[in-house]
């Protein structure tokens, strides 16, 4: 084992010669450092940080070529996909599709109208439950509720933060149709294991792909296994347009629906005209504009490197702190091939911390040039925006009084992994932090073990 005493100026020096790197790429763990309590004093007592630099900015975009894209459709005048045979958004579609190994793909307005969308055109709707876990964003849950479907919620796994397939059979009712999988913070879910309970049950299976572009299980793309795959292209999205969505399915007719239905109801496809120009089905307007796709088709060319870079980063990032007493990164279940990392997730345990408050650490590493978030900050399963839905004219309708028991609701979804993982463990990296080089992984580390040990001095502080 391998000891040293840092002083400052040699900290500093080792930092800016990226010396640190080099010993963590010998395998030394953060956690056998020992630093020189002057020298190196945590940055949030008031010692130099362990970084200073900035991290890789985000989104990224490459003003010869982006550029180009967008002054393309503003010049051709055409802006809107609607009455055009062959539109930018079109081209967008079939690129995603082709990338992702599936059929079809829709484009639409945004992650949470794709998941609207698929949801209605399974016929998801009043009366139907649809199994889910309370450790995403909002966006999933609206959907389901959006559609006047009731969620259910499944606890999750601590290790890999998604729903724990071993616990969904028990959540199955009579009135279950679905189950709707997120593949959150871009690692995926067990999906194999979700699709045999789907198929044993004979649910159908939305897959809420929003943070998991190119993520893949056995080598197949996520949002390919389910009935329909959604993904969002909001602006912090690693396919960022600002805005956007898209449904992708194997399924023509369910597309044909999807299609009709963004786009005011008007036929697509196999589906009848009845009378010439009629409207066919009840509908909305969900359509991407065209620029917003050629913005997307730019963005598509750099998704597979930065995805290589991010889930090389991601496992160098976890080898070196994975011997942190008190950091316990990520599990990426035995079948995924390459995950989308749109986070880099890992649990805080405070005992290890001299029972520092994960918002303390959360400012002792934020103060060492480490940006972090504690992710989720409520759990989803408990929060008044469901009891709104329940005391809605329509939710009255479709269920029976004692399932709008919100008191009751909330004790039959309890979920105790999630809330602590939401309420005391959860730590996030951003994915743009996934962007840089080794080195700056090196600082992350560095900078976790220099918490751990001054643990003692920062406790009571912060
Ligand atoms: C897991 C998940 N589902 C759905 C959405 C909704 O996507 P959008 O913001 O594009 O509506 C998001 C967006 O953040 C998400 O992270």
Request: some cysteine; overall charge positive; proline content about 5%.
């Amino acid at each position: 084992m391998w000891k040293k005493n840092y002083s400052r100026r040699e900290f500093v020096k080792q930092n800016s010669l990226t010396g640190i790197g080099a010993i963590l790429a010998m395998g030394i763990t953060p956690s056998v450092f020992s630093f020189n309590s002057k020298g190196s004093s945590p940055a949030i007592l008031g010692g130099a940080p362990v970084r200073t630099k900035g991290w890789p900015g985000w989104p990224v975009w490459d003003t010869a070529t982006d550029e180009k894209n967008v002054l393309e459709v503003l010049r051709n005048g055409v802006w809107c996909r609607a009455g055009v045979e062959r539109s930018v958004v079109s081209e967008f579609e079939k690129k995603w599709a082709e990338t992702l190994g599936a059929k079809r793909c829709l484009a639409v307005v945004n992650g949470t109208n794709a998941l609207i969308v698929a949801l209605r055109q399974l016929d998801i709707g009043g009366g139907d439950e649809v199994i889910v876990t309370p450790y995403t964003f909002i966006a999933t849950i609206s959907a389901i509720l959006e559609v006047g479907a009731m969620p259910v919620f499944v606890d999750i796994d601590p290790e890999t933060f998604q729903i724990n397939p071993e616990k969904i059979e028990s959540k199955i009712t009579p009135r279950t149709r679905a189950i709707l999988p997120v593949h959150i913070l871009g690692l995926p879910v067990d999906i194999v294991r979700i699709m045999e309970i789907a198929k044993k049950h004979n649910l159908l299976v939305v897959e809420d792909a929003c943070q998991a572009w190119l993520a893949e299980v056995n080598h197949q793309k996520v949002g390919t296994f389910g009935n329909a795959g959604c993904f969002s292209f909001q602006n912090s999205k690693h396919l960022a347009i600002g805005e956007g969505g898209a449904i992708i399915s194997n399924d023509d007719d369910f597309m044909d629906r999807c299609h009709s239905y963004h786009n005011c109801g008007r036929p697509y496809g196999k589906m009848p005209d009845l009378v010439g120009g009629s409207y066919t089905i009840r509908a909305n307007n969900l359509r991407m504009t065209e620029y917003q796709a050629a913005i997307g088709l730019a963005q598509l060319k750099r998704l597979d490197g930065h995805t290589t870079t991010r889930n090389e980063n991601a496992a160098y990032l976890k080898s070196k702190i994975k011997t942190v007493p008190g950091i316990l990164p990520y599990r990426l279940y035995d079948n995924v091939t390459r995950a989308s990392f749109h986070l880099f997730p890992f649990r805080y345990k405070k005992e290890e911390f001299q029972g520092i408050p994960r918002e303390g650490f959360l400012k002792a590493l934020s103060a060492e040039g480490i940006p972090c978030s504690p992710g989720y900050g409520g759990t989803l399963n408990s929060m008044p925006y469901l009891d709104d839905a329940f005391r809605s004219k329509n939710y009255k309708k479709m269920y029976p009084k004692e399932m709008l028991d919100f008191n009751k609701f909330v004790e039959q979804n309890r979920c105790p992994e999630n809330d602590r993982i939401c309420n005391e463990e959860a730590v996030w990296l951003s994915q743009n932090m996934l962007l840089g080089t080794k080195a700056d992984m090196d600082d992350i580390a560095m900078a976790l073990g220099k918490i751990h040990q001054n643990a003692g001095a920062i406790k009571g502080k912060v």
